[in-house]
């Protein structure tokens, strides 16, 4: 009789703070993630298998190891956040692969263009469980792509984004009604975040629940 | 029913409270707790390790950086406030966090004295935290030896 066991998640987590990875990888074990921290981007470009563009002898490899999400501090030396996320999504071997920004600092430009290159998310430092644990649908999705199957109308109804984007006049009190599982930090996010009309239509016409 | 461990659970309890109430703590020390588990015994101990060890080097660098009244290098204390104010955050160490906040504005506007008193008050707070919390962890050690749990203590 076989045994059908259930592959977890396998997380790559790039932070150049000793504390930070810490951090993280403990979030993502407690959410049932494998997880593997890196301390900079071009490490984790080596881990995924992908050498840097200016290598001569640069050729893209098989991903040697299978990663469901990749989340990385936006702040780092030499390669930032926003690089490797970059780099990623120009990648045809790995841009399927989610990528999740992290910031200690809430910065509405910051957050757009991260979103606009391809982050499925952005979180605000400190990263709390309940952020984590939107990281599942997107993990999802590559599970279902790699089986061949389309997602399922149930993925679009937990899918949740952080970041709602409002028009700038949005009154303070309808926020009030949202749901409270928001910190207040990414509410000030979603207050800042300018609406550029950007094209990410599965976003639109989903709203935060209570 | 073992009153010794019943006694030092409460004991526990009410201390951890009073860390709260006194704004030593805020509710990512709460997020903190809750990544522990049975697998994990000493993941808060040993990032508050990680959090005390950071503090006291960054304090030194940063320390350096404002010696000489001719030649602040106010990038590198604004690094150091940076780092410290993240991980802080991160802990839930509320005191030292808003000190951080201060000290984040006095260099922005390159105030060398403002950044000092800034610096002390860094150091005091994140030294009497490490003595609170040291106190804390004893007591759960205690009811560990005791043959106890550790108590969950929800905080409103």
């Known amino acids: 009789m076989g045994m059908i066991t259930e592959s977890k998640f396998h997380v790559l987590a790039v932070d150049d703070s000793l504390f930070d990875r810490k951090m993280i990888e403990r979030l993502l074990q407690k959410s049932s993630c494998q997880v593997t921290t890196v301390d900079s981007g071009s490490k984790a470009l080596e881990f995924l298998g992908l050498r840097e563009s200016n290598d001569p002898n640069a050729v893209e490899t098989h991903q040697e190891v299978e990663i469901n999400l990749i989340i990385t501090d936006y702040c780092m030396p030499g390669m930032t956040g926003y690089d490797l996320l970059k780099k990623v999504k120009e990648s045809s071997a790995f841009k399927s692969i989610p990528v999740v920004i992290m910031s200690s600092e809430n910065v509405p430009a910051r957050i757009s263009r991260c979103l606009e290159e391809g982050a499925e998310e952005f979180f605000l430092k400190p990263v709390k469980l309940a952020d984590v644990t939107k990281l599942k649908p997107h993990m999802m999705k590559t599970k279902l792509k790699?089986?061949?199957?389309?997602?399922?109308e149930e993925e679009n109804a937990t899918l949740k984004p952080v970041i709602e984007i409002l028009p700038l006049h949005q009154e303070l009190e309808s926020e009030q009604h949202e749901s409270s599982t928001l910190s207040s930090n990414k509410r000030k996010a979603m207050e800042e975040v300018i609406s550029t009309g950007r094209s990410r239509p599965k976003y639109n016409d989903i709203t935060t629940s209570v | 029913?073992?009153?010794?461990?019943?006694?030092?659970?409460?004991?526990?309890?009410d201390y951890l409270v009073s860390l709260y109430q006194q704004g030593f703590l805020d509710n990512q020390f709460t997020e903190l707790r809750k990544l522990q588990d049975e697998g994990t015994p000493d993941f808060v101990a040993e990032v508050v390790s990680l959090f005390f060890d950071d503090c006291s080097k960054l304090i030194n660098t940063m320390s350096r950086s404002l010696e000489r009244p001719e030649n602040v290098d106010f990038k590198q204390v604004d690094s150091g406030v940076h780092q410290l104010k993240g991980s802080s955050s991160s802990v839930g160490a509320r005191r030292v966090k808003n000190v951080c906040i201060s000290f984040k504005e006095c260099c922005d506007v390159q105030n060398r004295e403002g950044c000092l008193r800034c610096l002390q008050q860094v150091d005091y707070e994140y030294k009497m935290l490490k003595t609170k919390l040291q106190d804390l962890f004893n007591l759960e050690q205690r009811i560990l030896q005791a043959g106890g749990m550790i108590p969950q203590v929800n905080i409103s």
């Open chain 2, 1 to 13: 029913m073992n009153t010794v461990v019943a006694q030092l659970q409460r004991q526990f309890q």
């Open chain 1, 146 to 152: 790699k089986e061949g199957e389309k997602p399922s």
